[in-house]
């Protein structure tokens, strides 16, 4: 049965990347999706985080860690999937598989534990769906460098020669698109992630869509999120 | 997380290690090493703080600190660092200039754990001149001296972690201070205490162009000084000292007169020689020397020794001291250049020990700390931000205190920033400690209230805080080591009592974040700090832009304000060109000895962008 709203998949593969999980939740709590037809409502936002073969105590850890943000979960819902199997090793895109098999919304997309979205990002794309009726909608995200360390993080910035005043314009190299898909408008057959292309999984499955099904880019012009690398 | 593990010898290890004969009584004979300081294996360090509780003192020991402050924006960190001490201490303070008095009178107002002096003194002989010269009497009234000064180290990069090293191991905590004082209480014949060098200063611990001076003055003490004696001595020139250890030193009169004028040199002056004759000043007195680290701070930790009690100390004492003058047999390389390279890996652990400090982490905060949360004007979005603020006030350590309240309602129309000021005063009136200001919708996250309150304390309640609005598109630079920003803007500012007590708030004349930079710029002047709260985290949509006219009036009153000429046409130029006219009435200037706290642009235009 379809469920409303929207379902968000993020991987998890290491434990040590629990602090940037949390900004990277937090970014997601902030996608509030305004029903159309009732303002004072929210649509529900589903999120999957997908573990890379956790240990319990590990587990036990994430959702002890997560639990911060749950006072402002009003209309998210996280759920954890844990993949135990000892096979196979890599595990990348099995998660991805996964979390398209055990999401039940129209509306789909995932993001990786380093991506920060701006507040209302899935809104805009969410509504350029409905709009124009396209397969996926994609939004502008810029790479940003930062240094982490715990759960502190900075971003690196070029300081200016005689000013440390100037704050600096968001620049960086574009990243990934963030995107948002409509599953009624795709074939269950082209809803795979496959492994082997030379820049990722994520960026096949785009790239694949896009040169087969009506992509909207009307937010590849708008920054939309940030792509934090060390 | 923080590694709290250390790879020095333990007491039980260190009671094995084999005595080498010959020099020194009892004490090992350092094998020195051409191109190297004393190999690390054998020179020993203690780890403060001490592996167990010293006993309480008799008395509260006599303690004068005295600070040369040259570089004002580093004092609110040297005041924070000083309030660890955990016993009276008078506290003397040395600058160039008038202008400058004021601004340390205004950073160190309140202080209370003893008596205040603050004195203008030439510019001359660099931190060493104004101690040694010009509080000469100082070091006759107090047994126990702090040598401070505001250290800055531009000429080598990769030393750009020294100071808060420095800072961290004479006053890291009221532990580490107690356990020099334990050191000295246990070993009346340690005279000086100084900081470990730190790994990238290795290279540099050579005469250099100093060996004759030092040489001339030695003699001047009755110090034989052969050219290529062994040498040690307190890198950084900051170190705890018994005032009769440094008697040769203050016996020579010295004055003024006999160091150089200040030409920025970074070798080769009487400050320089003195620093490195400290230790053997110290062991002409009678006394012996020795260093400490503080755990985790140095990358390699051989040497570095852990104590966990009153034997095992005895034990490093007497074993573990090494004097100079013992040594002037030995032969080491005295004339070497090294270069200093960066070496991020290395200081990183120093870096990450700052960090807890700087935010808070290893301090208790005190009971009763409140916090006061003024929600923007109501708005689509309104409802979860309240609901957020909540949320956030629930994790707040026990025994702190929150609210949350609207911003107030005027009784007449009135601007962003008047209603800014009226939140502030009555969340003070109410009991805050601190006042976080949200200025938009968004959300908190749940923990950043407790991370604003903590780093609060960690200040001491002398900065302005910044939250972060995530994602960061347009960060400021941030003083990796102490999380200084230059101003504090965009969606969550905090403001401490004593900022709003020394400024009175927003400048009302000026608006969003013209207002922000300008009462961080006075704040910065009055001597409190800027800093930025990396665990405070909120989300809010990015703000329009406020480039035009009104951004250009703004910009324009600033810059009468704080008196920068450029600005000043810069922005008067782009009036003109949209046929505005100056603002009238034009803002009183600050004070002229103001000016260089604010950080004004070179491209106007950049002001008025608004990521955030």
Redesign the interface.
């Given at each position: 049965m379809e469920l409303a709203g929207l379902d968000v998949v993020i991987r998890l593969h290491d434990i040590s990347e629990l602090p940037r999980l949390d900004h990277c939740l937090f970014s997601l709590l902030g996608q509030s999706i305004p029903v159309t037809s009732d303002a004072d409502h929210c649509e529900p936002l589903w999120l999957h985080l997908m573990l890379h073969r956790f240990s319990f105590a590990e587990a036990q850890v994430v959702r002890s860690a997560t639990q911060a943000l749950r006072p402002l979960d009003k209309t998210a819902s996280l759920t954890m999937h844990n993949w135990e199997l000892p096979e196979p090793f890599d595990l990348r895109v099995p998660l991805l598989n996964w979390g398209l098999e055990v999401t039940k919304c129209r509306y789909f997309t995932c993001i990786g534990v380093s991506d920060l979205l701006l507040p209302g990002a899935y809104a805009k794309l969410l509504a350029r769906l409905r709009l124009t009726g396209a397969a996926m909608a994609v939004g502008r995200v810029i790479t940003q460098r930062v240094r982490w360390w715990g759960d502190v993080v900075l971003p690196l910035v070029e300081i200016p020669p005689r000013s440390a005043f100037v704050p600096s314009r968001p620049e960086g190299a574009d990243a990934l698109p963030v995107f948002l898909l409509d599953r009624a408008r795709l074939p269950t057959h082209d809803l795979v992630f496959r492994v082997g292309h030379p820049d990722g999984e994520v960026a096949e499955f785009m790239q694949r869509l896009s040169s087969q099904y009506e992509i909207d880019t009307r937010y590849m012009t708008d920054l939309l999120g940030v792509h934090q690398v060390l | 997380?923080?590694s709290t593990a250390h790879a020095g010898p333990s007491d039980a290890q260190l009671a094995a290690v084999t005595v080498q004969p010959g020099v020194a009584g009892a004490r090992p004979h350092p094998v020195l090493r051409e191109g190297s300081a004393y190999p690390l294996e054998q020179e020993f360090s203690l780890e403060l703080p001490l592996g167990y509780m010293p006993p309480p003192l008799p008395a509260p020991p006599h303690i004068a600190v005295v600070l040369h402050a040259f570089h004002l924006d580093l004092l609110p960190e040297i005041r924070a660092y000083l309030n660890h001490i955990p016993f009276p201490a008078d506290l003397f303070v040395s600058t160039d200039s008038m202008a400058k008095q004021q601004v340390v009178e205004a950073c160190f107002s309140g202080w209370n754990h003893g008596t205040l002096k603050v004195r203008v003194l030439p510019n001359c002989g660099r931190d060493v001149a104004p101690k040694l010269v010009g509080f000469a009497t100082v070091h006759n009234r107090y047994e126990y001296l702090l040598h401070l000064h505001t250290k800055h180290s531009p000429h080598a990069s990769g030393l750009a972690g020294w100071r808060g090293y420095l800072l961290e191991t004479l006053l890291g905590s009221p532990e580490v201070v107690r356990g020099v004082f334990e050191v000295f209480a246990q070993a009346p014949r340690i005279g000086l205490l100084a900081p470990q060098h730190i790994d990238d200063l290795r290279p540099w611990i050579r005469w250099g162009a100093n060996f004759e001076l030092a040489a001339a003055l030695a003699a001047r003490m009755g110090i034989p000084l052969p050219r290529r004696a062994p040498l040690d001595f307190p890198s950084g020139s900051m170190f705890w000292v018994r005032s009769a250890a440094l008697r040769p030193l203050l016996d020579l009169n010295l004055s003024f007169a006999d160091f150089p004028d200040e030409r920025g040199q970074t070798d080769g002056t009487l400050a320089h020689a003195i620093e490195r004759l400290y230790f053997l000043v110290c062991e002409q007195a009678g006394f012996d020397w020795m260093k400490i680290s503080t755990r985790g701070q140095l990358h390699d930790q051989k040497g570095v020794t852990a104590i966990t009690g009153p034997e095992p100390l005895k034990r490093f004492l007497s074993r573990r001291c090494v004097r100079l003058s013992a040594l002037r047999d030995e032969t080491r390389a005295v004339e070497d250049h090294p270069i200093i390279t960066a070496q991020p890996a290395k200081l990183?652990r120093a870096?990450?020990v700052l960090?807890r400090h700087a935010?808070g982490d290893a301090l208790p905060l005190p009971h009763g700390r409140q916090l006061v949360i003024v929600l923007p004007d109501e708005a689509?979005?309104h409802d979860?931000l309240a609901?957020?603020a909540y949320?956030a006030l629930?994790?707040l350590p026990s025994g702190a205190l929150g609210r949350v309240v609207a911003t107030p309602k005027l009784e007449r129309d009135g601007s962003d920033t008047i209603r800014r000021n009226v939140a502030l005063r009555a969340g003070f009136a109410a009991g805050a400690d601190l006042v976080l200001l949200l200025g938009a919708p968004?959300?908190m996250?749940?923990?950043s209230a407790s991370a604003l309150l903590r780093m609060s304390e960690a200040q001491g309640g002398r900065a302005l805080l910044e939250g972060i609005s995530?994602?960061?598109?347009?960060?400021?630079?941030?003083d990796?080591k102490d999380f200084t920003?230059?101003?504090a803007g965009g969606p969550a500012i905090a403001v401490p009592r004593a900022v709003f007590n020394a400024t009175g708030g927003f400048d009302e004349c000026l608006l969003g974040r013209f207002a922000e930079?300008e009462l961080s710029w006075r704040a910065r002047a009055l001597g409190f700090a800027i800093r930025h709260c990396?665990?405070a985290?909120f989300?809010?949509?990015?703000g329009d832009t406020e480039a035009g006219p009104q951004a250009w009036t703004q910009g324009l009153r600033l810059a009468i304000k704080w008196g920068n000429a450029a600005a000043k046409a810069d922005f008067m130029a782009l009036l003109r060109e949209l046929g505005e006219q100056p603002p009238e009435p034009q803002p009183d200037p600050v004070p002229v000895e103001w000016r260089a706290f604010a950080?004004?642009?070179?491209?106007p235009a950049?002001v008025c962008?608004n990521?955030t």
């Open positions: - | 997380m923080i990183r870096l990450h960090w935010l689509p979005g979860r609901e957020s949320a629930r994790r968004g959300l996250h749940p923990d995530l994602p960061q598109l347009a960060p400021k630079p941030v990796d920003i230059s101003w930079m990396p665990r985290l989300l809010a949509a990015p950080d004004f642009p070179r491209d950049v962008r990521e």
